[in-house]
């Protein structure tokens, strides 16, 4: 007899399909990510990641095919799911007249989070957002509100964080940070993660687990070392580029 293993993983995706007029930008995509641990979804530009992730939070509906997250059917019971999980993205600006304090106050009151004002004070001083936080968001540089959104992403402590370039145009120093940070807080919580990057090293240090995209499908997984195993390589940007240009493993 079979185990069934579903327990274990926080996300199932099974035939996902979207489709953008007559383009095709998920073709087919099946996955899984395990409970409490950090998995990567890369690919180069255009493979589907950011699609995918916001199919994930339910903000793009798919064409077809089925998402199931902390073992919810997220199409039709997304509304028993949105309170557990968080996003962050570089790429989706916060209101950028409000300050920091009140873009984040708004989503904590979206969550009713008791001891708001406690909480944003905690993450704004492990993010080193401290001496922002009574700025306008859009005065703030790029790599401030990266940290912002990343403070946004946490507030609910939330037990699936989906993770979209999370160091994107940090200086080195500050990127470690916040690695450090989010593997403490996965330590502290047993979040799962999600984690879409192009920072190879950040994926072989923050990465159990490897989803490989190329055209809206999974071509290739596995751990940082069984990848870098199988395609003879010594680190997961060789690899990347490999599966990136469709080379066979060596």
Known sequence: MSLDTSKD???????????????????GLDFTARRGVTTALLGGNGAGKTTTIAMLLG???????????LGEDMLKHRHRLLHRMNFSSPYVDLPQRLTVRQNLTVFGHLYRLPALKQRIAKLAEDLNLS???DR??????????????????????????LLDEPTASLDPDTADAIRTHLEQYQQRTGA?????SHNMTEVERMCSDVIMLRAGKVVDTGSPDALLARYGRTSMEEVFIDIARDRAPQ
């Open 9 to 27: 993983n926080v996300i199932e995706v099974s035939g996902l399909y979207k489709h953008f007029d007559q383009v095709t930008a998920i073709n």
């Open 59 to 69: 903000l793009l509906l798919p064409s077809s095919g089925n998402i199931r997250i």
């Open 131 to 133: 001496q922002l936080l």
């Open 136 to 161: 306008p968001y859009g005065k703030l540089s790029a790599g401030q509100k990266t940290r912002v959104s990343l403070a946004k992403s946490l507030i609910n402590e939330p037990e699936v964080l």
């Open 192 to 196: 799962s993660i999600l984690l879409a």
